[in-house]
């Protein structure tokens, strides 16, 4: 008996390996020990401590859960090693970058309760911690207790990603290119601290509707305090006309569930903060003499997906009655729009081509301060998915074109790699 429950435990060790090793890892590590019940060989005690055991599958963690199910977490990792190359408009060199982008640690499950949630994110290289104007500490990405009374109805308080605009809100890990736009790099709303509400309902028949909002500090995360300021007020409505996505499909590029219906996301978000001191609200430096101003923040989103085919639009935007500086003519708060457009195919081998235009078009008024009178940016990708988003390769080439820039000697031409690996 002895021999049959080793032999037993090395074929389970064997079995999990395949299974981990497949590019869509198949049932979970727990339904595939509780389909070994009915199997005489392994003695009872075994399988009890089997089921106690982490919970281990590429792309969605380790979990950990006891017995009693009183408490569930499931740990993840991820890394991004990019290395990319700039070139003027003559192919001459400008810069090269080699570094470890993101590398960031997460947490995530319920305690007492599966209706009581908690989600942690910490971020350890130096663009996931970049040194905050008032000297604060940056590692702490999220940071949030979640209460689910229902499977459709959240609320939640601590720090995480303000719901605005779609970009922002799709993990970096499920990007389509190496990394966001630069119209997100310009307006989106990042993380604060706050109250968060989330609420989905099914209308009539597939269609569907989802209801986000906020309130936060205002001044982004890790910040802490606010003596002057005042509060960050945002709203979201999401509409799905013929359902939901398969697997979250809204928050990951590309379809990499390959819709078999035609599936489509509209929505639109607004945001108004309130006395802000920081130049992008939740981003940004100080704004100088602890001068404060309003901005107002709108984003408007469209999302398509059908059979590895799939298309975004993204359009956003800040105004400020107040953009300019006396006291510092060369600041100012970027006020104006952009839009993004980008398309994907993913093949039946999981090899994907994307193309993104990206175009940003700044107010008159902060036009020299910005540089340009638009700037705008085509890049064209590939990637070879791996395991999903969890272990992928990517690659993108980019061309930036600014109309009257200030500085002509801008870079022209971006060339990056990059390797993405999250467990």
């Not at 305690?111 to 104007?133: M, N």
């Not at 609200?281 to 590895?308: A, H, M, P, T, W």
Request: aromatic share 14%; hydrophobic share 35%; net charge neutral.
């Amino acid at each position: 008996m002895k021999f049959r429950n080793i032999l037993f435990a090395f074929s389970l060790v064997v079995t999990t390996l395949s299974l981990q090793a497949q590019e869509k890892p198949a049932k979970s590590f727990s339904s595939f020990i509780d389909s070994l019940a009915n199997v005489d060989e392994p003695s009872e005690d075994i399988l009890n401590k089997i089921r106690n055991m982490p919970n281990i599958e590429v792309g969605k963690g380790i979990s950990f859960e006891p017995a009693d199910k009183r408490y569930k977490m499931t740990m993840r990792f991820r890394m991004q090693n990019m290395a990319s190359v700039s070139l003027n408009d003559d192919f001459s060199y400008s810069e090269a970058e080699a570094r470890v982008k993101r590398l960031r640690l997460r947490f995530d499950g319920y305690i007492f309760s599966p209706k009581l949630l908690y989600s942690i994110q910490l971020g350890f290289t130096p663009y996931d911690s970049k040194d905050l104007p008032n000297g604060n500490v940056n590692i702490v990405r999220d940071a949030m207790v979640y209460y689910m009374p229902t499977h459709d109805f959240s609320i939640g308080f601590g720090q995480t990603k303000i719901k605005a605009n779609r970009a922002r809100v799709n993990s970096s890990s499920a990007l389509q290119f190496v990394d966001r736009s630069i119209v997100n790099s310009e307006f989106n709303l990042d993380r604060d601290f706050g109250f968060f509400a989330e609420y989905y309902k099914p209308v009539v028949g597939d269609f569907n509707i989802a209801l986000k909002g906020s309130i936060t500090l205002g001044e982004g995360r890790n910040w802490s305090t606010s003596n002057q300021g005042g509060l960050a007020y945002t709203g979201r409505v999401e509409l799905y006309p013929f359902g939901r996505f398969k697997s979250l499909g809204d928050i990951a590029e590309g379809d990499f569930e390959r819709e078999e219906r035609v599936k489509v996301l509209l929505a639109g978000a607004y945001s108004f903060n309130n006395k802000t001191n920081r130049l992008q609200g939740q981003n940004g430096e100080y704004i100088l003499n602890n001068e404060l101003r309003d901005l107002n923040s709108y984003f408007v989103d469209f999302i398509l997906k059908y059979n590895g085919f799939a298309f975004y639009t993204d359009f956003m935007g800040r105004q400020c009655n107040e953009p300019l500086f006396t006291s510092d003519p060369e600041t100012c708060i970027y006020t104006g729009n952009g839009l993004n457009v980008q398309a994907s195919y993913l093949f039946p081998k999981n090899w994907e081509i994307a193309v993104r235009n990206s175009t940003l078009f700044p107010e008159e008024k902060v036009q020299k301060i910005v540089g340009y009178e638009n700037y705008n940016q085509t890049t064209l990708a590939v990637t070879r998915y791996l395991i999903g988003h969890s272990l992928k390769i990517q690659a993108d080439a980019s061309y930036n074109h600014q109309l009257n820039p200030v500085d002509p000697t801008y870079s022209r031409w971006q060339f990056r790699f990059q390797v993405e690996l999250g467990l």
